[in-house]
């Protein structure tokens, strides 16, 4: 998994914008079911956006994100406020949804 540019992060942020989350993550934390929805979700739609539900808290939020990422092997886009967004490309080029900015424009 290759790293994102910042201004490929910026292309899917922008594409995130109009998403509603699809995963929540309430006071239990990262589940297994919640990898498996978000593995689920990120394999049907690639750009997604998770919800914290009970957790306020700054560090709180990072680990929970860190943990996302590495479970699910996605790459954190962007976090606004209660809001994370991953992005994993699909391992089948046929089926990938968003094509990446190669260079800025």
Known sequence: ???????QKKYLR???HALKPIVFIGQ????DNVVRSTD??????EL????FVDF?????KKELIA????????HLV???????????????????KIKLPQQKS
């Open 40 to 45: 689920e979700a990120l394999d049907k739609h």
């Open 78 to 96: 962007g976090k606004i406020g209660h809001m994370a967004i991953f992005f994993r490309q699909h391992s089948d080029p046929e089926k990938r």
């Open 1 to 7: 998994m290759k790293n994102l540019k910042g201004f």
């Open 48 to 51: 997604i956006k998770i919800k």
């Open 28 to 31: 239990k934390g990262v589940t």
């Open 14 to 16: 922008g594409r995130a």
């Open 56 to 60: 306020k808290e700054k560090n709180q």
């Open 67 to 74: 943990a996302v990422a590495s479970r699910s092997n996605c």
